[in-house]
C-alpha cells in the first residue's frame, strides 16, 4: 500500500512525543499535533485543473514556510540553494528513472533518499543542525515533486503532485536522517562512557 512507510513514521513520531518525550520540552505539544494533522490529510487532494495536488504536501511546504521565515536573512538565501539543489536532484533522479529505468541499479526511492541525505549532510555538515536539515529536505522534495510533475502533465502522463508514492519516499529520508541523528547520539554516549571510564582508571 502506498503511503504506509509515511504513516508509520508520522505515528511513530507521534507516539514518542505524546508519550516519551518529556512534558517540560518546549515543542512537545507542537511535534504531536503536525504529526496528527498531517495524517488526518493525508486521504485528500486538491484538484488544480488536470493537477491535482495532496493536502499533506500542501501542508509540509507551509510547515516549511513557517520555520523558514525565523530564519536571518543570510540563512534564508543559503536555504533556498539548498532546496532548489536537492529539488533539481529530486526531479532529475525521478525523470531518469521514467525515461531510462535501466540506469537504476537500486530503487529508485531509494536512490532519491540516499541522495538526499548526502546532500543535506554537504549543505548542514554540522551534527546540531537537524531540524536545518529535515526543513531541507521535506522543503525540497516538495519542489522536487512539482518540478517532476511539470513535464509528466506536459507530455500526458497523469501524475499527482503530493502523492503517497512520494510521501513515502521522505518517509524514508526522514528515516534514514533520524537514524543517522540516533547513531551520531549514539557514538558521542559512547565516548561519554569510554572517557569516563578512563578517568576512573587514572584515579585507581
Request: contains cysteine; hydrophobic residues 55%.
Amino acid at each position: 500500500m502506498d503511503g504506509i512507510l509515511y504513516l508509520w513514521l508520522l505515528w511513530g513520531i507521534w507516539i514518542y512525543a505524546t508519550f516519551l518525550l518529556r512534558r517540560s520540552h518546549p515543542h512537545r505539544f507542537r511535534y504531536s499535533f503536525m504529526c496528527l494533522l498531517l495524517i488526518c490529510v493525508f486521504p485528500y487532494g486538491i484538484q488544480t485543473g488536470s493537477v491535482e495536488v495532496g493536502v499533506s504536501a500542501i501542508v509540509l511546504a507551509l510547515i516549511c514556510i513557517l520555520y523558514i521565515r525565523k530564519l536571518s536573512l543570510r540563512k534564508k538565501l543559503y536555504m533556498l540553494i539548498a532546496v532548489l539543489t536537492m529539488g533539481m536532484c529530486y526531479a532529475g533522479i525521478g525523470l531518469l528513472a521514467i525515461y531510462d529505468p535501466v540506469l537504476m541499479f537500486l530503487d529508485r526511492d531509494l536512490i532519491i533518499s540516499l541522495s538526499f541525505v548526502l546532500v543535506c549532510i554537504l549543505f548542514y555538515g554540522d551534527s546540531s543542525l537537524f531540524m536545518l536539515r529535515a526543513i531541507a529536505i521535506m522543503g525540497s522534495s516538495v519542489i522536487g515533486d512539482f518540478f517532476l510533475s511539470i513535464p509528466l502533465n506536459k507530455i500526458g502522463f497523469s501524475y499527482s503532485t503530493g502523492g503517497p508514492v512520494y510521501l513515502d519516499m521522505l518517509a524514508l529520508s526522514m528515516g534514514f536522517l533520524i537514524a543517522l541523528k540516533l547513531l551520531g547520539e549514539l557514538n558521542q554516549f559512547i565516548n561519554i562512557k569510554a572517557q569516563t571510564n578512563k578517568g576512573e582508571m587514572k584515579n585507581l
